[in-house]
């Protein structure tokens, strides 16, 4: 697309987390502008930055809060090219929802008809079967099952297994104590456990019994993609993680990744075939892991550009320009990104420590020595006279070598 001059760029990011602030830089490295973000309450990620204008609103995650907020700015900024994102599942979901209510915006987002196909484990593998995309074996529950019928034999497939929410964006709607983001149950009785203590706590949706897939962080593998608005597939990034976080609400959370070439993964030909079956529009991002010998085996699909996406920017691939450039200009080309390049958000020694890959913690090394990394919230801009901003990020680091001697699973 060729950029009107004299139109303005104006990013609109909802949340205040890392996803928010990996965007945001994006945008200002693309196109020198700040962007302005809207949440419920202030984070460390986006705070001080002077590249995200950031109000509060308590209640935004009200439906009508939040189109009463984004028609005001629009009004504000009539003119203005407004390019709108959502940086949680929620928020992306609110947004694919009311889309048509916002015609003022650009929202590089799925149809509200795709939603409930896609954003539910249960019914995205229904998805998955149709396209040839594998998946962990996987049972469905709808209530909470007596131990007999939650037995390996009844299974299919041995314990431990994972139990986690057909649906995120329901399941951090009733919190509770000691909520996590994916449960490992060792038998029977914990699975029904857990299963009664997720119900109990108001969650309305189905819940996932699967297969667990042997192998730590390092055999994780992340895909990116961008469709247009016609629904062509117009780029694709695969990262392989290093680490992940495992906070209990943080466990998944991508920590440290290298790029590898999109060509190594079998499985993105039939991602790519889906999506475009299904007039997929936006960002997706999937969340995949190898289960040995060129197996992969795929988890889940988000509906928006993932919490580490700028894995995707720090390769050479910059997420704004595809949103800017690519949404509307009639192209059909496909970029593949086949180089590779070493991102984090956690301190590098961090990532280098904690993986279970040395080779992979070899390559990182590499390319972090040969120029080719990128830590998300070290932006010399905006640390740049900005002590408040590099205290804040310093901090942000310091914690996290404190979190990972807590809660990884163990010290290599």
Request: hydrophobic share 35%.
């Amino acid at each position: 697309m060729i950029l009107n001059r004299s139109e303005e760029i104006v990013p609109v990011l909802l949340g205040a987390d890392l996803n928010c602030y990996n965007m945001a830089r994006a945008f200002h490295e693309a196109y020198g502008v700040a962007s302005y973000a809207f949440g419920r309450y202030e984070i460390s990620a986006t705070k001080y930055s002077k590249i995200v204008r950031f109000t509060t609103v308590p209640d935004l995650d009200d439906e009508a809060v939040m189109l009463r907020v984004l028609i005001e700015f629009a009004g504000k900024h009539a003119g203005a090219r407004l390019y709108l994102f959502g940086c949680t599942d929620d928020y992306a979901a609110m947004i694919i929802r009311r889309k048509k209510d916002l015609p003022q915006y650009i929202a590089p987002s799925p149809d509200a008809a795709l939603y409930g196909s896609l954003q539910k484990k249960a019914d995205f593998y229904k998805v998955c079967d149709r396209y040839h995309i594998p998946y962990p074996d996987t049972v469905v529950l709808e209530d909470v099952p007596a131990e007999e019928q939650v037995t390996e034999a009844v299974l299919g497939f041995p314990y431990p297994i994972i139990v986690k929410p057909s649906s995120s964006v329901e399941y951090w709607k009733y919190p509770f104590a000691g909520m996590k983001k994916v449960y490992t149950a060792e038998d029977p009785a914990q699975t029904v456990e857990i299963v009664r203590q997720i119900y109990a706590s108001g969650y309305p949706d189905k819940i996932i019994l699967q297969k667990r897939i042997p192998g730590g962080d390092s055999e994780m593998r992340v895909l990116t993609a961008f469709s247009d608005e016609s629904g062509k597939v117009r780029a694709m990034c695969l990262g392989h993680t290093m680490i992940e976080e495992h906070t209990p609400k943080g466990l998944g959370n991508h920590a440290a990744i290298v790029t590898e070439p999109i060509s190594g993964l079998g499985i993105a030909k039939n991602i790519k075939d889906m999506l475009e079956a299904v007039g997929y529009t936006g960002f997706s991002n999937f969340d995949i892991k190898h289960a040995g010998k060129g197996d992969f085996r795929i988890f889940e699909i988000n509906l928006r550009q993932g919490r580490s996406n700028y894995y995707v920017t720090g390769s050479g691939m910059n997420i704004a320009r595809l949103a800017v450039e690519k949404w509307q200009d009639g192209g059909t080309d496909c970029w593949l990104q086949e180089t590779s390049s070493f991102w984090h958000h956690v301190p590098a020694g961090v990532a280098y420590r904690y993986t279970e890959d040395k080779a992979l913690a070899a390559r990182a090394k590499a390319l972090k020595k040969a120029g080719k990394s990128t830590c998300s919230l070290k932006y010399p801009y905006d640390l740049r006279r900005n002590i408040l901003r590099r205290l804040c990020v310093l901090e942000q680091l310091r914690r996290q070598r404190g979190k990972f001697r807590k809660y990884y699973p163990k010290t290599t």
